[in-house]
């Protein structure tokens, strides 16, 4: 009998425990880190993102990837890996501007039904008081002589109910939207160990085997990583309600709200990321020979296309194709 992933990844986490407990909180604590820009700016933590969050991530996984190897983790290890992941064959390894746009999708989606139920709760609650507020407040954003103080007024009136309201519509599908990117750069993780294993290659070539991969084995690989990974999903959403909660009934101050959810929406995956990265080591393993053939379907879809547009001899073609093979040749 076969065993679980759940077995493979467990056994692969206790060879190397105390490492991959000191990479998984050192990374938990980086997105804590990173996270706290939303005080300042959510634009700034999105900024942060690709050019510290994806870098940083990508250096845990690489270092914890190479435990098996007994390659040691020192701080210049991880620097290097840090950097390394702006090299072209790993920039595109999380997919980011793609479960960047999903991600907002989801958001805007979510927000549509937030703003639904809670336009009905508030018309229930407050009548025509909130009626009357909102068409005030929606004839002065679209006045051309607004000014920023008129809408800061009419936003407080009435103990700011219809602040809160804004506020609520924009916080509430943030946990959603989190939970989803979390899954899709995730998921789209799975290639940098492919990416790793390559020798050379080009950075065209190597997103085209990726690309082969996934379009084959995509359903597979979700219900694999949800089998091991979905208390990733389910901490996520509880930190974000504990932040919600935090800020309604401690802080109290529910301009903080945004801020605080999308901090709790991190948080908790401080707990778990030491077992996420020998799970998504197991979950890579089993698709080795998928990303293998991935790539030689890359190779076969650009032989054809030259083919097409070139008249090659049959000793060219095949001349041609032992270069790309050797290019994008694979560490057994």
Do not use: H
Not at 15 to 25: D, E, F, K, L, P
Not at 62 to 72: G, I, R
Not at 249 to 258: G, V
Not at 299 to 328: C, G, M, P, W, Y
Request: with cysteine.
């Amino acid at each position: 009998m076969e065993e679980s992933l759940f077995s493979k990844s467990f056994s692969r986490f206790k060879r190397n425990a105390g490492s991959y407990i000191a990479i998984g909180a050192f990374c938990g604590l980086f997105l804590i880190l990173a996270a706290t820009l939303s005080f300042v700016d959510v634009s700034i933590a999105i900024i942060a993102t690709p050019l510290l969050v994806f870098p940083f991530l990508f250096a845990s996984q690489v270092a914890c990837y190479y435990l098996e190897a007994n390659q040691p983790v020192t701080l210049s290890a991880v620097s290097r890996y840090f950097f390394g992941f702006f090299n072209p064959q790993f920039r595109s390894s999380y997919r980011g501007i793609r479960s960047f746009l999903t991600s907002l999708a989801v958001y805007f989606g979510t927000m549509i039904v937030v703003y639904v139920v809670l336009y009905a709760i508030y018309n229930r609650v407050y009548g025509e008081t909130f009626t009357n507020a909102f068409s005030n407040i929606v004839s002065i954003y679209s006045a051309t002589d607004t000014t920023y103080e008129d809408l800061l007024r009419e936003l407080n009136a009435n103990d700011g109910f219809l602040l809160t309201f804004f506020i609520y519509v924009s916080s509430l599908p943030l946990p959603f939207a989190v939970a989803w990117f979390i899954y899709s750069v995730s998921l789209n993780s799975l290639s940098v160990y492919y990416r790793l294993n390559v020798r050379g290659g080009t950075a065209s070539l190597i997103r085209l085997a990726v690309n082969e991969t996934y379009a084959r084995c995509k359903n597979k690989m979700r219900a694999d990583w949800f089998k091991l990974n979905w208390p990733a999903l389910a901490l996520s959403l509880v930190g974000s309600i504990a932040g919600g909660l935090v800020v309604n009934f401690l802080i109290k101050d529910i301009n903080f709200l945004p801020a605080v959810v999308a901090l709790g929406s991190v948080a908790l995956l401080l707990f778990f990321l030491p077992f996420y990265f020998s799970n998504m080591e197991v979950i890579y393993a089993r698709y080795i020979s998928d990303f293998k053939n991935g790539n030689r379907m890359a190779v076969e879809a650009i032989l054809a296309r030259i083919q097409s547009s070139i008249d090659l001899s049959e000793e060219e073609r095949k001349q041609l194709e032992d270069s790309f093979k050797e290019e994008t040749k694979e560490e057994e």
